[in-house]
């Protein structure tokens, strides 16, 4: 499955922003998805991950209360909500399928293109 993500940009802190992730190629609805992010000089890491069809939802601790992850299988795309945005949110954030075992992990070694949020102080 193709991945896009959009939405990123400049935010003080505080602020909100909010992602989408196009999806392509493949039933979208056969996967559970997610989102990554990494940050300058910093790994990739784990922000939020959804069930097939939503039910489920999973949060890194440091988001958990100010993300919101949904998703729209009839448009294959996948939202996040950020808000009460912080400085060390700042990242390139990333869509990706996930493993339904381990949310936070990647399926495929695929990551697609990602967004740049920037969270000013």
């Known amino acids: 499955v193709q991945l896009q993500a959009s939405g990123g940009g400049l935010v003080q802190a505080g602020g909100s922003l909010r992602l989408s992730c196009a999806a392509s190629?493949?039933?979208?609805?056969?996967?559970?998805m997610g989102w990554f992010r990494q940050a300058p000089g910093k790994e990739r890491e784990f922000v939020a991950a959804?069930?097939?069809?939503?039910?489920?939802?999973y949060y890194a601790d440091s988001v958990k209360g100010r993300f919101t992850i949904s998703r729209d299988n009839a448009k294959n795309t996948m939202a996040l909500q950020m808000n009460s945005l912080k400085s060390e949110d700042t990242a390139v954030y990333y869509c990706?399928?996930?493993?339904?075992?381990?949310?936070?992990?990647?399926?495929?070694?695929?990551w697609g293109q990602g967004t740049q949020v920037t969270v000013s102080s």
């Open positions: 990706a399928v996930v493993l339904r075992d381990d949310y936070t992990r990647p399926r495929f070694d695929y």
């Open positions: 190629g493949r039933t979208f609805s056969n996967y559970y």
């Open positions: 959804i069930s097939y069809r939503g039910g489920n939802t």
